[in-house]
């Protein structure tokens, strides 16, 4: 299978500040890495994905870079707000499965 | 988007009954879905890919036997844990890529946490 690494496993900032959460992963035949947002008891919700002929994405707060030399992709929110609280997780689609990694706890503190 | 279904939300079972879980897909096909197991503050870890058609294929470690998936249709998939003990209880979700409109993006349904007493 595949192997996703993610860092930091807890990350707090201040409301206003921006967060980065980075992940690697081990197998260059990974192709596609979406960013799940989950809240408490809930289903996790697709927040952005990069495709691997992509360096780079952004949706309005949220941007994700991929670097397929060195195989990691990272996620970053500006501006963050309490509503961004929550668990991320980062994944890698190898043959067609989905990997996911160990997840980060974002908080943001008003 | 797509919309998945997943029932029960919530079930409790004495040791050693069998727990059903099923698993749809409401407003598109899928030919392949697949089942998670998340323990408390931890990620997801993918149990096995089930095919429409076909046995499902279980990653390395998880049992079989023990996690049967059937894949009755194109809309649903069925996840029964047999003879469940407590080392059993988890949040199991499913999740299912809608290859048509927005190939390949997993759409995942809403869980279900599984006490086994």
């Known amino acids: 299978g595949e192997n996703v690494e993610q860092h930091p496993s807890t990350l707090s900032v201040q409301e206003g500040d921006s967060a980065v959460i980075k992940c690697t992963y081990s197998d260059s035949a990974s192709n596609y890495f979406p960013w799940y947002k989950q809240e408490l008891g809930k289903r996790p919700q697709l927040i952005i994905d990069?495709?691997?002929?992509?360096g780079e994405k952004k949706d309005q707060r949220i941007a994700v870079t991929l670097n397929k030399t060195a195989k990691h992709f990272s996620l970053h929110i500006t501006e963050t707000q309490p509503e961004d609280s929550a668990v991320y997780f980062c994944a890698a689609r190898h043959f067609n499965k989905f990997y996911f990694g160990s997840g980060t706890k974002l908080n943001v503190k008003p | 988007g797509a919309v998945v279904s997943q029932h029960p939300s919530r079930v409790i079972c004495k040791s050693g009954t069998s727990v059903k879980i099923e698993c749809r897909s409401l407003d598109f096909q899928a030919t392949t879905m697949f089942w998670y197991r998340q323990f408390p503050k931890q990620s997801l870890m993918l149990m096995a890919t089930?095919?429409?058609?076909?046995?499902?294929?279980?990653e390395q470690g998880v049992e079989k036997d023990k996690f049967l998936i059937n894949h009755a249709s194109l809309t649903l998939s069925t996840l029964t844990v047999t003879s469940a003990h407590p080392e059993d209880s988890s949040f199991y979700i499913c999740?299912?890529?809608?290859?048509?409109?927005?190939?390949?993006?997993?759409?995942f349904g809403a869980g279900t946490r599984l006490s086994v007493l």
């Open positions: 089930s095919n429409e058609g076909s046995k499902a294929t279980y």
């Open positions: 999740s299912a890529p809608d290859g048509g409109r927005a190939k390949n993006i997993q759409y």
């Open positions: 990069i495709r691997s002929n992509v």
